[in-house]
Nanobody, 124 residues
Framework: QVQLVESGGGLVQPGGSLRLSCAVS????????IGWFRQAPGKEREGVSC???????SYGDSVQGRFTVSRDNAKNTVYLQMNNLKPEDTAIYYC??????????????????WGKGTLVTVSL
């Protein structure tokens, strides 16, 4: 049974940092791309970042240079390091996979497996 579980969200001040984790079970991430997506209140879900098995990565324009995605295959976990956070980064962050693709980017409408999300709030 495929499961993705996000953790690491919380409340942080503008300019602060958080690291999100996506723990995967049911398959090994060694061969598959894992994506990070987010959805803010009243907005559509958008792609944030992606980690591919060969080291490929991709980032949305709004987070380029501030967020870094990485993976630890031994722990079957993908991380999202978020620096210099802004109020507009406030959203529920999800990790997801189509359990097929081995490269980035990934597109939310093609994902088959989603975590339940973790809330990130950037505010004074």
């Amino acid at each position: 049974q495929v499961q993705l579980v996000e953790s690491g969200g919380g409340l942080v001040q503008p300019g602060g940092s958080l690291r999100l984790s996506c723990a995967v079970s049911g398959f090994t991430v060694d061969y598959y791309a894992i994506g990070w997506f987010r959805q803010a209140p009243g907005k559509e879900r958008e792609g944030v970042s992606c980690s591919g098995p060969g080291g490929s990565t991709s980032y949305g324009d709004s987070v380029q240079g501030r967020f870094t995605v990485s993976r630890d295959n031994a722990k079957n976990t993908v991380y999202l390091q978020m620096n210099n956070l802004k109020p507009e980064d406030t959203a529920i962050y999800y990790c997801a996979t189509d359990y097929f693709s081995s490269s980035c980017p990934l597109y939310h409408h093609r994902m088959n497996y989603w975590g339940k999300g973790t809330l990130v709030t950037v505010s004074l």
